[in-house]
């Protein structure tokens, strides 16, 4: 199962709004709701951010927000915030019953 | 609160073998799934295996099957990874994660540990 394509990087100024795309194929991203998004600060354990495409954890900013069109899923992040610069991963469920990521977008605010 | 506490890296030999263990507290652990996922060292994250409250469903990738065995003991909160005949290119961090419901498929990975670090090298 070969990771899901992600930009390695993506910038913003603050308060603007920055868009991560998440690219799969009909087997993994296009197939199910299961796409999900983590946050990783550096050091740190991923964070989950975004769930079923486009549903967020309980108590998380609704800054950040999930869609999906055919095989490719998206993370937008609004407003964007200092605390926001991080790595992020997308994650699928797959049609082969298996879980794979994608290859992560390191988001820098300028 | 949940609580992932991850246990049992370290510097092996390739060829040799290393058991992690992960501790479980905070929720009812045998009414969850649980997987670990690991990440080199500046890479990203991999899914590496995943296994039902029962044991009854277990998943690989395919990086490591045939060489790592999950486990669990829910009697003892307990997560385990055995992982033998181990290669350089199995270096990363490990981490424990929490599913999301108590079957493996579907879903995503809910609350994480902080890892254990493995090194092959000789």
């Known amino acids: 199962q070969s990771a899901l394509t992600q930009p390695a990087s993506v910038s913003g100024s603050p308060g603007q709004s920055i868009t991560i795309s998440c690219t799969g194929t009909?087997?993994?991203?296009?197939?199910?709701?299961?796409v999900s998004w983590y946050q990783q600060h550096p050091g740190k354990a991923p964070k989950l951010m975004i769930y079923?495409?486009?549903n967020r954890p309980s108590g998380l900013s609704n800054r950040f927000s999930g869609s999906r069109s055919g095989n490719t899923a998206s993370l937008t992040i609004s407003g964007l915030q200092a605390e926001d610069e991080a790595d992020y991963y997308c994650?699928?469920?797959?049609?082969?019953?298996?879980?794979?990521f994608g290859s992560g977008t390191k988001v820098t605010v300028l | 609160e949940v609580q992932l506490v991850e246990s049992g890296g370290g510097l092996v030999q390739p060829g040799r073998s290393l058991r992690l263990s992960c501790a479980a507290s905070?929720?009812?652990?045998?009414?969850?799934?649980m997987h670990w996922v690991r990440q080199a060292p500046g890479k990203g994250l991999e899914w590496v295996s995943g296994?039902?409250?029962?044991?009854?469903?277990?998943g690989y990738a395919d990086s490591v099957k045939g060489r790592f065995t999950i486990s669990r003991d829910n009697a003892k909160n307990s997560l385990y990874l055995q992982m033998n005949s181990l290669r350089p290119e199995d270096t990363a961090l490990y981490y424990c994660?929490?599913?999301?419901?108590?079957?493996?498929?579907?879903?995503?990975?809910?609350?994480w540990g902080q890892g254990t670090l493995v090194t092959v090298s000789s």
């Open positions: 905070g929720f009812t652990f045998d009414d969850y799934a």
């Open positions: 994650s699928s469920y797959t049609s082969s019953s298996s879980y794979v």
């Open positions: 079923d495409v486009s």
């Open positions: 009909s087997s993994d991203v296009g197939d199910n709701n299961y």
């Open positions: 296994i039902s409250w029962n044991s009854g469903t277990i």
């Open positions: 994660s929490q599913h999301i419901r108590d079957s493996l498929h579907p879903g995503y990975f809910d609350n």
